[in-house]
T-cell receptor
């Protein structure tokens, strides 16, 4: 079974702090994704990566950056956390290049910024 | 721009009933459509994936259909159980391999 893990289930940070959210997948997937999920807004894509050291902006990249130094790991970075970044963050992975591949999700990290 | 809509936003039915959840999309140029389940405070679990060339997929008590020409998909749940209570999300994969999401239907099955 595909396994996608996220470093924390719950995280509380203060405004202005630098925050790292880590995601690791164990199925050698090329594609990795970071979403945030907010009530009434559904899932919104922040960034995605098709390969090591590659990254592409999603729909809402402002205030975020990412790092993909190894194939299995995709990190989301909040350079200076703000209260409007309080949200549920979901990481996903899938095989590359061929359409119609499933995305597999991690359990999510609920981030609260005070 | 592709938009995905799920109606209703919430649904409550007695245990044992068969039910249908709806998903519609505005652009028929999709690669696939996926249905996911999300339990409160948890991540997403993939239920069914229908490729653009397919009309339906089945898994146990779940059956998902796809009508690309009309931009509609349905998720049919037979003989509902309290354990089916969750939020159900549909998403379509576009030509950039990205998923476009609906806002979900919150389903409550009453014992």
């Amino acid at each position: 079974d595909v396994k996608v893990t996220q470093s924390s289930r719950y995280l509380v940070k203060r405004t202005g702090e630098k925050v790292f959210l880590e995601c690791v997948q164990d199925m050698d997937h090329e594609n990795m994704f970071w979403y945030r999920q907010d009530p009434g807004l559904g899932l919104r894509l922040i960034y995605f990566s098709y390969d090591v050291k590659m990254k592409e902006k999603g729909d809402i990249p402002e205030g975020y950056s990412v790092s993909r130094e190894k194939k299995e790991r995709f990190s989301l970075i909040l350079e200076s956390a703000s209260t409007n970044q309080t949200s549920m963050y979901l990481c996903a992975s899938s095989l590359r290049g061929v359409a119609s591949n499933e995305q597999f999700f991690g359990p999510g990290t609920r981030l609260t910024v005070l | 721009k592709q938009e995905v809509t799920q109606i209703p936003a919430a649904l409550s039915v007695p245990e044992g009933e068969n039910l249908v959840l709806n998903c519609s999309f505005t652009d028929s140029a999709i690669y696939n459509l996926q249905w996911f389940r999300q339990d409160p405070g948890k991540g997403l679990t993939s239920l069914l994936l229908i490729q653009s060339s397919q009309r339906e997929q089945t898994s146990g008590r779940l059956n998902a259909s796809l009508d690309k020409s009309s931009g509609r998909s349905t998720l049919y749940i037979a003989a509902s159980q309290p354990g089916d209570s969750a939020t159900y999300l549909c998403a379509v994969e576009d030509s950039n391999y990205q998923l476009i999401w609906g806002a979900g239907t919150k389903l409550i099955i009453k014992p």
